[in-house]
């Protein structure tokens, strides 16, 4: 069965750090890209973040460059984003999600919630 666990999530104030974690099983994950979405309340949802399979290029959202940082382990299993200077803003329900050529796999969410 595929699943996408994602952990880390949680209450941070204003300035603070936290870093997610997504473990995926049940599925070869070789040629996937990786990435991290997010949805606000009231909000679509928006990529964050993303990895390359092949390259492991990596790509941010305007919003998060320079403090957040994304990177997977060798076997492309488990995705980290490594959030800093955490700002209200960034309050959101985080997805990660496997993006390959004929199916994508999705997380079911981790909650971060920054204070002011």
């Known amino acids: 069965e595929v699943q996408l666990v994602e952990s880390g999530g949680g209450l941070v104030q204003t300035g603070g750090s936290l870093t997610l974690s997504c473990a995926a099983s049940g599925f070869t994950p070789n040629n996937y890209n990786i990435g991290w979405f997010r949805q606000a309340p009231g909000k679509e949802r928006e990529g964050v973040s993303c990895?390359?399979?092949?390259?492991?290029?990596?790509y941010y959202a305007d919003s998060v460059k320079g403090r957040f940082t994304i990177s997977s382990d060798n076997a492309k299993t488990t995705v980290y984003l490594h959030m800093n200077s955490l700002k209200p803003e960034d309050t959101a329900v985080y997805y990660c999600h496997w993006m390959g050529k004929a199916v994508d796999y999705w997380g079911l969410g981790t909650q971060v919630t920054v204070s002011s």
């Open positions: 990895i390359t399979s092949s390259d492991d290029d990596t």
